[in-house]
Nanobody
Framework: QVQLVESGGGLVQPGGSLRLSCVLS????????MRWYRQVQGNQREFVAG???????NYTDSAKGRFTISRDNAKNTVYLQMNNLKPEDTAGYYC?????????WGQGTQVTVSS
């Protein structure tokens, strides 16, 4: 059973930084592509950043230049480094693991950007 556990969210002032982590257990992390999504209550979940199992990354436009996704296969972990945070980045952040036709979600971690 694949499980994903996110951590690293919290309250931060505008312009601040946070690093989110997501640990995968129950299967071989290295075969999975990984993505981060975010969701504001009442809205659809939206893509933020992704990294393939080969390390190719992509970002939504609002994340480019501020967020960096990375992975450490030895630690079964994907990271999202978020810099220069803005109030509009406030959301629940979720990681997603995919391989072939399988996909798994974590339970999310809340990020609140406010002064």
């Amino acid at each position: 059973q694949v499980q994903l556990v996110e951590s690293g969210g919290g309250l931060v002032q505008p312009g601040g930084s946070l690093r989110l982590s997501c640990v995968l257990s129950g299967d071989a992390f290295s075969v999975y592509g990984m993505r981060w999504y975010r969701q504001v209550q009442g809205n659809q979940r939206e893509f933020v950043a992704g990294i393939t199992r080969g390390g190719i990354t992509n970002y939504t436009d609002s994340a480019k230049g501020r967020f960096t996704i990375s992975r450490d296969n030895a630690k079964n972990t994907v990271y999202l480094q978020m810099n220069n945070l803005k109030p509009e980045d406030t959301a629940g952040y979720y990681c997603y693991a995919y391989w072939r036709s399988d996909g798994y979600w974590g339970q999310g971690t809340q990020v609140t950007v406010s002064s």
